[in-house]
C-alpha cells in the first residue's frame, strides 16, 4: 500500500461509500419477506443480515474477477475513470432508495464503469461479450428462473401441506424462512461484496500497486466486507417495504419458497462468476411466489416501475458516469467538481428523504397503496350510477346521527 497516491485513496474510499450504499440498498432482497410475515422484528432481521453479508464476502473471489480482469480492458483504464464509474453508480442508488424502487446496484456500478470507460477510451475499452454473456443474459435470466423456481416451489409447498390448519403450520414455515433469509444474506455478501472488491482491484492495477491478473488483496476483502455489512445494518427501510408489501402480501409458505429459491440462483451464478443482481433475482422470487398461491396477486403497478427501473439502471448510471468522466479529464478541478456534486447530490436526497422517514417502526405499515390502473379505471368509468334516491338516503345516513340507544339502521315503511 506504500504506492497509493492521493486519488487512488479516494477512489478507494468512494468505492467503499458505494459498498456501504449496496448494503443498504439490497437489504431489503434478504429481509424484507422475512420482516413482512413477521417471522423476524426488523431490527433483529438487519443485524442478522449483516453479520451474514460479511461472512459471504470472504467464500469466493469469481466475480471480482469478472469485474477487476473481464468487464473492461484494464490497459488504458486510469483511476479517474473508475472514480467517475462510483459517481453514477453511488448517484443512481440513492435515487433509487429515495423513491423506494429495489433496482440493481449491480447493474448501476457496470453502467458506471462502462459509461466512463467509454467517455474515456472509446469502446475498445470494453469488452463486449463479458457484458453480454456475464451481465445482460444473467440480467434477464435471473428473475425469470427465479421467480418461475420459487412459483413452482411455492404450489408444491401448499400441496404438500394438504390440508394442515396454516396457522399450525406457520412456526415451522417461519423458522425455514429466517434460515433461507440467512442463505440470502450469505448469497449477497459472496456476490455483490465482490463487486467492490473487484473495482478497488482494478483502481490498484491501473495506479500500478498489483499486477495484473491480481487476486483482492486480504485487506481488499475485509473493508469490502465491512462497508457491505455496516449499510446492511443501518437497513434500507424504503426499499424494504416495497418488496415487503408492495408487490404482494407474503405468508410464511411463500416468504420460505421465495428465499430458498432466490439464494439457491444467487449462490449458483456466485460459483461460476456471473455477476448477476441479486435485486432482481430476489425481486423475480417474490413475484413468483406471490402467483404461486392460489388467490395470490401482484401488485402489476409496482412491478411496472421496478421494470422501467431496471432497465434504466443501465443507461442512467453509464450518462451520469460519462458526464463525471469528461470533468475529471479536465484536471484537478474537474474531479474536485465531481467530488463536490457527488457530496452535493448525496446530501439533497437525503435531505429530501427526510420529509416522509421510513424506518424501523413502521416498515410494516400498510401504506402503500396501488395506483388505480387501466382495468380499474375502465370499471368505474361504466359502473352503474346510483339513483339520485339512493344517493339522498345515503346522504341522510351520513349527515344526520342516529339518537343515542337507538339502532344505526334506518327505520322501516312499516314502521312510520
Known sequence: MEHITLLLAIVIVTALVFDFTNGFHDTANAMATTISTGALKPKTAVAMSAVLNLVGAFLSVEVAKTISGGLVN??????????????????????????????????????GLIGATLMSVGASGVNGDVVVTKVLLPAIAAPLVAGLAALLATRLTYKLAGKADEKATAKGYRAGQIASAGLVSLA????????????????????????????????????????????????????????????????????????????????????????????????????????????????????????????????????????????????????????????????????LSRRKPVDHTNVTDDEIGEPAGVVTTAMAAISVPPTAGALAAEDLKTTIPAPAGSSAEPASPAAV
Not at 484494464?74 to 423513491?99: D, P, R
Not at 416468504?255 to 439464494?263: E, L
Not at 451520469?320 to 474537474?334: I, K, N, R, S
Open 188 to 351: 449477497h455478501g459472496t456476490n455483490d461484496a465482490q463487486k467492490t472488491m473487484g473495482v478497488i482491484t482494478l483502481a490498484l492495477v491501473t495506479g500500478n500497486v498489483i499486477a495484473p491478473g491480481s487476486n483482492p488483496p486480504m485487506w481488499v476483502i475485509v473493508s469490502a466486507g465491512v462497508a457491505i455489512a455496516l449499510g446492511t445494518y443501518l437497513g434500507g427501510w424504503r426499499i424494504i417495504r416495497t418488496m415487503g408489501k408492495g408487490l404482494t402480501d407474503l405468508r410464511p409458505p411463500q416468504g420460505f419458497a421465495a428465499q430458498t429459491s432466490a439464494a439457491t440462483v444467487i449462490l449458483a451464478s456466485s460459483h461460476l462468476g456471473f455477476s448477476l443482481s441479486t435485486t432482481q433475482s430476489c425481486s423475480g422470487a417474490v413475484m413468483g411466489a406471490g402467483l404461486g398461491r392460489k388467490g395470490g396477486v401482484v401488485r402489476w403497478s409496482t412491478a411496472t416501475r421496478m421494470f422501467v427501473a431496471w432497465g434504466l439502471t443501465l443507461p442512467a448510471a453509464g450518462l451520469v458516469a460519462a458526464a463525471a468522466e469528461f470533468l475529471t479529464g479536465q484536471g484537478t478541478w474537474g474531479i474536485i467538481a465531481v467530488g463536490v456534486l457527488l457530496v452535493g447530490g448525496s446530501a439533497v436526497i437525503w435531505a
Open 74 to 111: 484494464e490497459s488504458g483504464i486510469t483511476v479517474e475513470v473508475i472514480f467517475a464509474a462510483l459517481v453514477g453508480a453511488i448517484l443512481w442508488n440513492l435515487l433509487t432508495w429515495l423513491i423506494g424502487l429495489p433496482s440493481s446496484s449491480s447493474h448501476a456500478l457496470f453502467g
